[in-house]
């Protein structure tokens, strides 16, 4: 049966992200937000930090959308609280590289380099990817 | 495959393995696969008569515009209007819509004028007339869907007043799969002054559609959804109408005389058609109609009915399966929209491409049709005349695994 290939997508620790995401909801404040769609599926992310002295000490998002993507802003939030910015906007690259296919070392990325999966389902990867876009585009003031 | 359906085989595309298991094609409200005697004869029509059309005096160019030319006549025969003037190519639908806004609704609609739509067309058929409306501070009105799925006809009586100039309504939905009564629509268009535009681009492919019988003003649909190439497409209007019109493009081909200050214009359809047009995509068109009318339009409804009024009540037997739109097959075309309670769409449209079945996942270009339903995407599966009752129990079985693979996950 050809569903057991959706193994390498949906993994256990995926679909826990997804089913109990982290850093789901609203920040009583924040310095960046941003609200990105998926114009494909309707898919709704709004992501919200919290920046202090060049360290995103808290992140959340809400919206809706699909398991992959809401398990990949949940593993986000979780990678990049307490980094520095340009370190996770570095991991944003990282990710970006991994999830078309490239050999990079993802270790940075934590739970998300599970992720990896997600390059094997060419339809998919935008829903991968659209959290850490919105970080990107959050921290290079690219946000309202 | 099913020894029943004889057209399966014009199919090339359709004998493949997908993700290990026989492709199982059902996004054909999307765009359908081509006939193996359409597409070489497109490719004949390259390697022997090719030139561009209308404007040379050699031999191929004459050939060229003489199949041109033909594929229109086969277009106005096909939907049976009056004469070939009134049938101009475009790039498909949409294109065939936003023609009738920037050209009709810029001369006709004014502040305060109504146009009026309805909550299920697609965008095609709903941000131009909504750009319109902005442009011009007149208002655009959408009637009400029933319950079932249905446009509400009731509350079409009272949006459809003296102060509507556009009435824009899709024959047959690409999300509900339901068929719209456009004639009567029409009518109620008509007693107002106002008129009448059908967007076919779902009907077209499916049933026999007649423009003088449904007495709408215009018409739009895609070569891409009858089996022809993607980038052509077409938009009938009545004569009287068009002849009003004022072009929306300029260039070649649609000019009459071009003086150093101002120029006049080519009489219908050329009026319209600015440009070397899709000659190519044209003439697969007029073969892809010597197809659909070889096979049959009664037949390709006969193959979908039997299909949907056998998978139709086996999708409503899934346990936590809920069925978008009208749940008898009776009223039913070839497109059915559904989710699987608890699961994204995308999540379940990738789970059934594993089992090697195609079908479309997302907003199908109807978001304000999702936010009336509540929702913010389906699955949707489209039959067409190459799909089988094997096909629809492919479907079947994919969700119910599908769903299995998935049980012990709330999303």
């Not at chain 2, 009731?154 to 068929?179: C, H, M, Y």
């Amino acid at each position: 049966m050809s569903l057991s290939k959706m193994d390498n997508l949906y993994r256990q620790v995926i679909l826990d992200h997804s089913e109990n995401p982290h850093h789901h909801g609203e920040l009583p404040q924040s310095t960046n937000e941003i609200e990105l769609k998926n114009p494909t599926c309707g898919d709704v992310l709004k992501l919200q930090l919290e920046v202090e002295d060049g360290i995103i000490k808290d992140a959340a998002f809400s919206g809706y959308g699909c398991t992959i993507s809401q398990a990949s802003a949940s593993m986000m939030t979780d990678a990049v609280i307490n980094k520095k910015v340009e370190d996770a906007d570095n991991m944003v690259q990282v990710f970006s590289d991994m999830i078309i296919g490239e050999d990079v070392d993802t270790h940075v990325l934590e739970d998300a380099a599970v992720l990896q999966g997600v390059s094997k389902f060419p339809a998919r990867i935008k829903c991968a990817t659209l959290a850490w876009k919105a970080l990107h585009k959050s921290l290079t003031n690219q946000s309202k | 495959m099913d020894k029943n359906n004889i057209w399966r085989k014009d199919f090339p595309i359709l004998d493949q393995k997908v993700n290990d298991e026989d492709l199982v094609y059902l996004d054909n409200a999307a765009t359908t696969q081509k006939p193996k005697e359409v597409m070489s004869k497109v490719v004949n029509f390259y390697y022997s008569d090719y030139a561009n059309v209308h404007r040379g005096v050699h031999t191929l160019a004459e050939r060229s515009t003489e199949q041109f030319e033909a594929a229109r006549e086969k277009v106005r025969k096909f939907i049976n209007a009056n004469s070939a003037k009134e049938i101009i190519f475009t790039k498909g639908a949409t294109n065939s819509l936003n023609l009738v806004a920037q050209s009709y609704g810029e001369e006709n609609i004014h502040e305060g004028d109504e146009i009026v739509i309805s909550y299920m067309e697609h965008h095609s058929n709903l941000v131009p007339w909504q750009q319109l409306a902005l442009e011009k501070k007149a208002t655009l009105k959408y009637i009400e869907l029933t319950k079932d799925g249905r446009l509400d006809m009731e509350d079409a009586e009272k949006k459809i007043t003296d102060k509507t100039k556009i009435v824009s309504i899709t024959q047959a939905s690409n999300v509900l799969g339901v068929i719209n009564p456009v004639k009567q629509l029409a009518k109620m268009a008509h007693a107002h002054h106002a008129v009448m535009v059908v967007d076919g681009a779902q009907s077209i492919p499916n049933m026999p559609v007649d423009v003088n019988d449904l007495d709408c003003d215009f018409l739009a649909f895609s070569g891409h959804k009858m089996m022809a190439e993607s980038g052509i497409g077409v938009l009938y209007g009545k004569q009287e109408l068009l002849e009003q019109m004022p072009p929306v493009e300029f260039g070649g081909e649609m000019i009459e005389f071009v003086n150093k200050f101002d120029s006049s214009w080519n009489e219908l359809p050329w009026k319209f058609e600015a440009g070397t047009p899709n000659i190519a995509g044209a003439i697969s068109l007029g073969y892809a109609i010597d197809y659909l009318e070889s096979v049959g339009l009664d037949n390709i409804q006969k193959n979908t009915q039997t299909i949907v009024d056998h998978v139709l009540p086996k999708l409503l037997a899934i346990d936590d399966l809920i069925v978008y739109g009208p749940q008898d097959p009776v009223d039913h075309t070839g497109v059915i929209s559904f989710n699987l309670k608890g699961l994204h769409p995308h999540d379940l449209a990738t789970g059934l491409d594993m089992e090697g079945v195609a079908v479309r996942a997302g907003h199908h270009c109807a978001q304000p049709l999702m936010t009336y339903l509540g929702l913010k995407a389906t699955a949707r599966a489209s039959f067409y005349l190459y799909n089988t009752i094997d096909d629809a129990d492919r479907l079947v079985e994919a969700i119910k695994a599908t769903k299995e693979f998935f049980k012990n996950v709330t999303i």
